[in-house]
């Protein structure tokens, strides 16, 4: 590789849709570097096709009729690919409910009160 960034859809070519890690990340405004093994994030981890798709999608505020329009294809065929594209991501808890267990043992610690338990268990913080 030159001394030139690669982008995204660069390494997915020359990866060809495997598994890849990432073991140096360096800041461009400040040169720091930060070695490591690091997994690329799971968008990234779409085939070049499928990202574009996927940006089209967002852009398009999530408008099936907009990327049948821009894609020249039907619903079902848009769905689909959504569907396949679905599967391949991991959903992306944005405020978890605590494990049952950690909610069990502060009680028995006498960390949080019952009612306190109760509501985290039913998932009402």
């Avoid at 720091?32 to 799971?42: D, L, N, V």
């Avoid at 990327?67 to 065929?77: L, N």
Wanted: charged residues 30%.
């Amino acid at each position: 590789m030159t001394d030139q960034a690669m982008d995204w859809q660069e390494l997915t070519n020359l990866t060809r849709g495997q598994p890849f890690v990432v073991e140096r990340v360096r800041l461009a405004d400040n040169g720091i570097a930060i070695e490591g093994e690091f997994e690329p994030p799971q968008l990234a981890q779409l085939s070049v096709e499928d990202q574009v798709f996927v940006t089209a999608f967002v852009r398009c505020h999530g408008s099936i009729k907009e990327m049948e329009r821009i894609f020249g294809v039907s619903y079902p065929t848009v769905k689909s690919r959504l569907n396949r594209i679905t599967r391949m991501l991991d959903f992306v808890e944005t405020d978890p409910a605590p494990p049952r267990a950690d909610v069990i043992d502060r009680l028995r610690r006498g960390e949080i009160t019952t009612e306190q338990a109760l509501s985290e268990l039913e998932g009402r913080t």
